[in-house]
């Protein structure tokens, strides 16, 4: 569907281009051969124009040629006949169409890294799921004996934590006693050497077991005053937890389960395949939220200022026969990407919410979407071909009693073929006031004005 869209823009732009050049070839059938190489020269720059920048050329180049047959034919260049409109009020939008996939608000891909083979799949293409329901159920044979090894290397380790921690501290606790005791033999040799009834050696003696005992007692590890074992027995423990804890969640894990609510999209696996050997690296099972509708849009850099979150946007697809479906924007990404292609051109992904559930639209189709960038209600508009721009500011030429009168105006709401005209300060703009659909620059004041034909 979006290369069809693609191809319906294609088709206006050759057509515009086609008319242009058409145009163009007119005008130059009695220019000299240089006036001709210019216009080849100007057609080929046609290629890379926006389509409002061609229909204001073709505007333009028809002014020109009428003004030219009118040399031709003999005619005084002093006045002007003109195709005019009776100003109005009305409401104009200006929109930015572009296309994209549907898809779910939310989706997860259901994939295993366990080596085990499926022994149940609970659920089909198209089925109603909840998060936490069992989607399919996996061979444990292999697993369960893992998670008793497991266990078992994990009891081991803290049994042997347990019998170290007795050992340290009943041996931290001797070690203690046996430091005060030789503190105590050392404090009575003090007093008896310096009485002189015991020889330097005898006192020597009792300082080298003191230090002995002392040096002994901290080689223990000690926590809360209480020998414990060493930490390299506390670490095999939470390894053997961590190995556990792994086979146990594995386990657990043959019970495949849904991660959302949401509607089984795909199946790409069955009973007898193993969980981890899906064809071609595919999920086993792919879930989407179908409740909730929502497009990604790639939004060219040269026109993504104009979007902004809470933007109104209609969409349409050849699944709703004609009808259109409401959507905001929700989100726009803070980065940008490359287009591809071997373009330049950066673009900014946008998220297009659909709020109606039951719209009728589904994921995986691709539909148009037509972002409402800007709207007025009450609003003088014109065609954008009868806009004058002589380099010194924007004009719209109105006929008045047979005479050319210039109004300058800003411009508001762009609506593509038409646009909002607001009067600079110091004119006014009234409804029913001719305004000259096919003006050139060579209009001026006072212009004599003929009326050719009334939109």
Known sequence: MEERYEKEKINEEELIDRQIEKIMSTTAENSSEDGKKGRRKIFGKLKGWSRKRKVLTGAVLLAVLFFLSRLAAGGSSGGFSASVMALEKKPVQEKLSVSGPVEGTDSVDVVSNIH???????????????????????????????????????????????????????????????????????????????????????????????????????????????GTADPSYELQVKAAAFTLEKAQKELENTEIKSAIDGTVVRVNSKVGQFADKVENDKPILSIENLEELEMEIKISEYSIGKVKVGQKVQISADILNGKTVEGEVIKISPTGEEKGGGSTERVIPITIGIKDSSSGLIAGITAKAEILIQEAEDAFVVPITALIDNGEGTYIATAQEGKVRRIPVSTGVDGDVEIQVIPQEGYELTQGMMVITNPNTTLTDGMDVTIMSQE
């Not at 266990?151 to 347990?162: G, P």
């Not at 009792?206 to 901290?218: F, G, I, K, W, Y």
Request: aromatic share 4%; glycine share 4%.
């Open 116 to 226: 085990a083979e499926i022994i149940s799949m609970n659920v089909k293409e198209g089925d109603q799921v909840i998060k936490g329901q069992i989607l399919a159920t996996l061979d444990k044979t292999d697993l369960q004996r893992e998670v008793e090894i497991a266990r078992n290397a994990y009891e081991l380790a803290a049994a042997n934590q347990a019998e170290q921690n007795k050992t340290q501290a009943l041996g931290y606790e001797k070690a203690v006693q046996d430091c005060q005791a030789a503190q105590a033999d050392y404090d009575r040799k003090s007093l008896l050497y310096a009485n002189g009834d015991i020889s330097q050696v005898e006192m020597e003696t009792a300082a080298n077991a003191l230090a002995d005992a002392r040096r002994h007692m901290e080689e223990y590890t000690v926590v809360n005053g209480v």
